[in-house]
């Protein structure tokens, strides 16, 4: 039976491979824009000069720094060795960019081998659902639904075409929470639980590599295994329990060390520094640290203002435009702006004045020495950070709240916290820390695409029963 269900999984494969090509060949060219540019100029000046360093447009060596996590960077500077269309066209892009124009719609938009590496790998990330249900105990009719669910999303045909951290993490979560719901399955088939514990700590190492902020859940996850472990054990004497819980933190631990110690390494030796990114850490937290301002009045409207679509236009119908107008983007004086331009020079002078570093100083002073408030607008912030692919965010977590309960009323309580507190934890994180918009969580997708597939399914099996179908 188990090998049956595996046969499925390459027509699964194959179909999304299909289907993504499809859409992304169907879909315009693009030219790069905003953050796409720092990933793109290190990874070009990484493959011309085979140095980790910010761009020059001038073509000339420059320094080493650690500003950005590497990896993204790492993996654009490889395609560029590889293929000369793309390392023609990104030169253009960057030369233009960096010129008095700054005028790039002359330059081409052909990326040569990128697109296609990267359509191939959104579609093992968007597979990887299908088989993440299955060890949520779902059936293949359900895994096929999670599938074409994750896929009607849009993130994957999204970030194919994009030069981002993004289509990376994409890949690099899924990793993550197949090792995990692979170890914990609910059918409890015969496995090697270290393997696949392995397998999650490895992707959560890339994970760390390619996105700063899940260094957290390095440090997180495998505390919650040594916990969740000892718990399970209670009944046991302390030394056996001690075995069982170290036993499957180490499987998971030790590999990603093992991902992320060549980068840290590189760190120590040329920057004495034992972290990954030391770069605009200040900068995002000073940013976040700006909507603390929020009165109450635009605290109950961002709630509204801040849901898809038609947030936008509930929210000032209900509290008046100029309640909302700071929640905007580029409103005036809105957080977003005040917190990239007055508040980050006013704060930088209070820590220069107090002789301190600015981040320690802003986390001490205006996070944990306001800490009620951070939290109160932590929450609305993480509920701007739900709605990935807009509608289907909002439908699927209404549906995921009934997944949740289903899960755990039919004694799958394993997977679901391995699926949806990765999930949840990341989501407050960039919250607390950071402007928390849909894109920073998308490691959401695989929680949202199995607990709305199981929901769909089980409502359907409910309505075929009372017809009589």
């Excluded at 972290?275 to 605290?299: C, L, P």
């Excluded at 220069?352 to 802003?362: H, I, S």
Aim: charged share 15%; aromatic share 12%.
């Amino acid at each position: 039976m188990q090998r049956r269900r595996f046969r499925l999984f390459p027509a699964a494969f194959a179909v999304t491979l299909a289907l993504m090509a499809a859409v992304v060949a169907s879909q315009d060219s693009r030219l790069p824009v905003a953050d796409e540019y720092r990933y793109l100029g290190a990874a070009y000046q990484l493959a011309s000069h085979g140095v980790f360093a910010p761009y020059d447009a001038g073509g000339a060596r420059t320094e080493p720094f650690m500003a950005q996590a590497p990896l993204t960077p790492f993996v654009i500077a490889g395609m560029i060795r590889l293929d000369s269309d793309f390392e023609d066209t990104l030169g253009c892009l960057l030369s233009a960019l960096n010129s008095e124009q700054k005028d790039i719609s002359s330059c081409p938009s052909n990326y040569g081998l990128v697109i296609p590496v990267q359509t191939f790998l959104m579609t093992v990330a968007a597979s990887l659902v299908w088989l993440i249900a299955q060890y949520c105990g779902a059936t293949s009719t359900v895994r096929t639904l999670a599938l074409g669910l994750a896929l009607f999303s849009g993130q994957y045909f999204y970030f194919a075409r994009h030069f981002l951290t993004d289509t990376y993490i994409l890949l690099f979560v899924s990793i993550f929470i197949f090792g995990l719901t692979r170890a914990y399955r609910v059918d409890r088939a015969p496995n090697d639980r270290t393997l696949s514990l392995a397998i999650s700590g490895a992707g959560l190492g890339l994970c760390a590599l390619t996105r700063e902020g899940y260094t957290v859940l390095c440090y997180a996850v495998p505390m919650a295994l040594f916990l969740g472990h000892f718990w399970a054990a209670r009944g046991e004497r302390i030394g056996p329990r001690l075995v069982s819980a170290i036993r499957p933190t180490l499987a998971l631990a030790v590999t990603c060390v093992i991902i992320v110690s060549p980068w840290l390494a590189r760190n120590v030796i040329l920057f004495d520094s034992l972290a990954i990114v030391d770069g605009h850490g200040s900068h995002v937290i000073i940013v976040r640290v700006s909507y603390n301002d929020m009165t109450w009045r635009e605290w109950a409207a961002a709630w509204f203002f801040w849901l898809p679509d038609f947030g936008d236009k509930l929210g000032p119908a209900l509290f008046g435009a100029e309640t909302v107008e700071r929640l905007r983007w580029f409103g005036n004086e809105s957080f977003y702006t005040v917190g990239n331009g007055p508040l980050a020079m006013a704060l930088k002078a209070e820590a220069a004045a107090a002789a301190e570093p600015v981040l320690p100083y802003v986390l001490k002073t205006y996070v944990f020495g306001d800490l009620l408030n951070h939290v109160r607008v932590t929450l609305v912030l993480a509920w701007r950070g739900l709605w990935i692919g807009n509608y289907f965010g909002l439908v699927g977590h209404a549906l995921a709240v009934f997944g949740v309960w289903h899960l755990y009323r039919s004694g799958r309580l394993s997977v679901l916290l391995c699926i949806a507190v990765p999930a949840a934890f990341m989501t407050g994180l960039h919250a607390f820390v950071s402007v928390s918009i849909p894109r920073y969580n998308l490691i959401q997708l695989p929680y949202l695409a199995v607990l709305s597939a199981i929901v769909m399914a089980h409502l359907g099996a409910r309505a075929r029963t009372r017809l009589g179908l």
